[in-house]
């Protein structure tokens, strides 16, 4: 019977550490402790591809306390807009497959893709207006969270986004649930002019939840 094969041995000498090595292994490791990922493999084979690729890694902004279920949360729809906000349209193909590396559910992606009656392209701000609205309990709240998502003021601030990006996807989703009138549509939007034009074109959820405010989902 021969004898097992020794491995070599080495002395601390000759093994080479790639200068670069500790800090990307810091931040992998930091990335999915924050990420929380349902798949770690599988996240963790995305994540390298990104960085070789110089695009943005599956990574959340920050901690969200985990569940057993495989559930959308705003911290992934964040991660999911930071790799895609660069294109108008998403292939179907390249959506599944990222949505498929934070172990989001298929099902709901299928839900989400009917109801907009998406087939090939997506237009991902569109798709990302109604993921919100899958996450919250009324309209108001649904924009409110897509502001936070597109904003670029800092986190916890007043999450405003460009007035004519707001007035496209209010009406876009007040469209969709089919039972908001085009006159409360038009009634919030000339209450919301006037602040637009004292916020230099920005607007944010403190314009649309003031008490003056027509409710957005019209009632």
Same mark, same amino acid.
């Given at each position: 019977?021969?004898?097992? =094969?020794? !491995?070599?041995?080495?002395?601390?000498?000759?093994?080479?550490?790639? +200068? @670069? &090595?500790?800090?990307?292994?810091?931040?992998?490791?930091? @990335?999915?402790?924050?990420?929380?990922?349902?798949?770690? &493999?599988?996240?963790?084979? @995305?994540?390298?591809?990104?960085?070789?690729? $110089?695009?943005? +890694?599956?990574?959340?902004?920050?901690?969200?306390?985990?569940?057993?279920?495989?559930?959308? =949360?705003? $911290?992934?729809? $964040?991660?999911? /807009?930071?790799?895609?906000?660069?294109?108008?349209?998403?292939?179907?193909?390249?959506?599944?497959?990222?949505?498929?590396?934070?172990?989001?559910?298929?099902?709901?992606?299928?839900?989400?893709?009917?109801?907009?009656? %998406?087939?090939?392209?997506?237009?991902?701000?569109?798709?990302?207006?109604?993921?919100?609205?899958?996450?919250?309990?009324?309209?108001?709240?649904?924009?409110?969270?897509?502001?936070?998502?597109?904003?670029?003021?800092? !986190?916890? $601030?007043? @999450?405003r986004i460009e007035y004519g990006l707001f007035k496209q996807l209010y009406t876009y989703l007040a469209e969709v649930d089919g039972n908001i009138t085009e006159e409360h549509i038009e009634s919030v939007i000339a209450y919301l002019d006037s602040d637009a034009a004292k916020g230099e074109g920005?607007?944010?959820?403190?314009?649309? =939840? /003031?008490? %003056?405010?027509?409710?957005?989902?019209?009632?």
């Amino acid at each position: 019977m021969p004898l097992p =094969t020794k !491995e070599p041995m080495y002395c601390a000498e000759q093994i080479k550490i790639p +200068p @670069a &090595l500790p800090d990307i292994l810091k931040q992998f490791t930091k @990335a999915a402790i924050r990420t929380q990922p349902g798949d770690l &493999l599988a996240w963790s084979a @995305a994540y390298f591809d990104a960085l070789s690729a $110089g695009k943005a +890694p599956p990574v959340k902004n920050r901690f969200e306390t985990p569940t057993d279920e495989k559930v959308i =949360t705003p $911290g992934l729809l $964040g991660v999911l /807009h930071k790799q895609l906000w660069s294109q108008e349209t998403v292939g179907v193909d390249d959506l599944k497959e990222k949505w498929g590396q934070l172990s989001l559910p298929a099902e709901r992606l299928d839900e989400i893709l009917t109801l907009g009656n %998406f087939v090939a392209n997506v237009p991902w701000l569109k798709f990302l207006a109604l993921s919100c609205t899958s996450l919250e309990s009324n309209l108001t709240e649904a924009v409110s969270l897509l502001c936070k998502i597109l904003t670029k003021d800092a !986190e916890g $601030g007043a @999450a405003r986004i460009e007035y004519g990006l707001f007035k496209q996807l209010y009406t876009y989703l007040a469209e969709v649930d089919g039972n908001i009138t085009e006159e409360h549509i038009e009634s919030v939007i000339a209450y919301l002019d006037s602040d637009a034009a004292k916020g230099e074109g920005m607007i944010g959820p403190a314009n649309f =939840t /003031h008490s %003056f405010c027509p409710k957005l989902s019209g009632q």
